[in-house]
């Protein structure tokens, strides 16, 4: 049974589209809560375009769960985190520009910089996850740098234009869990999954969690967030 972890990112984007102080991430935490997500995420990003310190630092000190910080490996973050000690970080690649988490780390660009981020986080008491595309190498050496997990990163899956595409796709993911699974690495995936293009996923048991956000706060618009999640915890559960 696949746990299912709740995003709170977009919550804040609506929020900040006023600049006014609702809806709140916070309260959107605990109703993922109630619901019975098994933690939550929020990504500071260097902009502070949605999540900003202040919802971080509440998040940490209301979440009841698991806390998830996606962050990039820079010093800024790796000192917030420290301060404040998520129960674990996603380490992501992060642009100015981009609109979302365009695409899995290329952690063999930089091995020796994610060895040390990992190593400051486990120092801290840390959990570490490296978010990376489904592919083997990458995989490979997220687990030598000292992943304590592997987020597979969905979004181009999720974007596949035609079903064969989905499917081609999809072949990568089942190829890099594999992968991730021989090493005994822990194995997540997220972005972009839905209510309807997570139901594949229903052939990889080897996949503990799941990291949701933007469709469920899109749900949540029509049915409310707490049925939003629960209706998100139906699918994943039965996995
Ligand atoms: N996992 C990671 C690493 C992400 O950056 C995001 C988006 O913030 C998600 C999962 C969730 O993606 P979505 O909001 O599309 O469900």
Redesign the pocket.
């Known amino acids: 049974m696949a746990r299912l972890s709740i995003?709170v990112?977009?919550v804040a984007t609506v929020r900040q589209a006023r600049g006014s102080s609702t809806p709140d991430p916070v309260f959107a935490a605990g109703l993922a809560e109630l619901a019975g997500a098994e933690g939550i995420?929020c990504?500071l990003r260097e902009d502070r375009r949605h999540i900003n310190d202040r919802d971080f630092k509440l998040l940490r000190q209301t979440v009841k769960t698991r806390l998830n910080l996606?962050m990039a490996a820079v010093e800024e973050m790796v000192e917030i985190a420290v301060a404040h000690h998520p129960d674990m970080v996603?380490l992501?690649p992060e642009k100015r520009q981009e609109l979302?988490?365009e695409g899995g780390l290329d952690v063999n660009a930089r091995p020796e910089h994610y060895r040390k981020v990992a190593e400051q986080m486990r120092t801290a008491g840390i959990e570490v996850s490296f978010?990376v595309d489904p592919d083997a190498r990458q995989i490979k050496t997220a687990h030598q740098c000292g992943a304590d997990i592997v987020?597979i990163?969905t979004?181009h899956y999720?974007e596949a234009a035609s079903e064969q595409e989905a499917v081609e796709r999809f072949k990568r993911i089942v190829t890099a869990v594999e992968a991730a699974h021989k090493l005994d690495v822990n194995i997540s995936a997220?972005?972009?999954?839905?209510y309807v293009n997570v139901k594949r996923f229903s052939v990889l048991p080897q996949i503990e969690e799941y990291?949701?956000?933007?469709?469920?706060?899109a749900m949540a618009i029509w049915v409310g967030f707490e049925q939003a999640v629960r209706k998100m915890l139906d699918l994943v559960r039965n996995f």
């Open positions: 995003n990112d977009h995420i990504h996606e996603t992501v979302t988490t978010f987020e990163h979004g999720a997220g972005h972009g999954l839905d990291s949701i956000g933007h469709s469920i706060v």
